[in-house]
């Protein structure tokens, strides 16, 4: 399973966009990418998955070069409920679930 | 229809003492996992379960950690003699198939205290 190193922590005002990258040097070939979102005292939430180029959804845009060793979340235009940690997660469908690796996240902090 | 649901929300226990933590996944999913999260610090992934075997235990911390999971529905982690360090929110997340291609939906958790 591919580790991933994301930033600690982010802040953004309100009404910017906000993009966090992840890197996962070692993705592999059958690899997916997914991203969660986890608000204080609630468990994470998925956000948006891709494999490759550009993927979006009413939440989020997920941009992966061709290389796939790095992925970027873009958050259009963040609230201040937008205040949370965002986690990358890396994997394929044959990996099971052996050692699911959330990391710590990027905590993102939205001022008003 | 229902999420995925743990008990008790909160559980404070002394040192020393056995507890056991609940989770009831989604109808239908037949992958459920458990994770540690320590305060202001990321998952800690401990066990999964695909039915009602766990291919892989050895997330768990120590021998003191056990789970299981019975007629592929509810699961139940178990921590023996209880430490100080076993403090932390206890989440249980469920998918319809095993491993992170699949959406993970995630239970409100189970905080431990252990006095």
């Known amino acids: 399973l591919a580790k991933t190193t994301q930033p600690v922590s982010m802040d953004s005002y309100e009404g910017q966009e906000v993009n966090i990258t992840c890197s996962h040097n070692?993705?592999?070939?059958?690899?997916?990418i997914t991203w969660y979102q986890q608000f204080p005292s609630q468990g994470p939430r998925f956000i948006i998955q891709?494999?490759?180029t550009k993927v979006t959804n009413e939440v989020a845009s997920l941009f992966i070069p061709a290389d796939r060793k790095s992925s970027t979340l873009s958050l259009p235009r963040v609230s201040l409920s937008d205040t949370a940690v965002y986690y990358c997660l890396v994997g394929d469908i044959s990996t099971g679930a052996n050692n699911l690796f959330f990391g710590t996240g990027t905590r993102l902090t939205v001022i008003p | 229809g229902a999420g995925v649901s743990q008990s008790p929300s909160n559980k404070v226990t002394e040192k020393g003492k056995d507890v056991e933590l609940r989770c009831d996944p989604i109808?239908?999913?037949?992958?459920l996992y458990w994770y540690r999260q320590s305060l202001g610090q990321g998952l800690e992934f401990l066990i999964y379960?695909?039915?009602?075997?766990?291919?892989?235990k050895s997330g768990l911390p120590s021998d003191r950690f056990s789970a299981e999971r019975t007629g592929g529905s509810v699961s139940t982690l178990t921590i023996q003699r209880t430490q100080q360090e076993d403090s932390a929110v206890y989440l249980c997340?469920?998918?319809?198939?095993?491993?992170?291609?699949?959406?993970?939906?995630f239970g409100p958790g189970t905080r431990l205290t252990v006095t």
């Open positions: 891709g494999y490759k």
């Open positions: 997340a469920s998918s319809s198939r095993p491993g992170p291609v699949f959406e993970q939906y």
């Open positions: 379960f695909q039915g009602n075997s766990a291919p892989d």
């Open positions: 070692n993705i592999a070939t059958n690899d997916y």
């Open positions: 109808s239908g999913h037949t992958a």
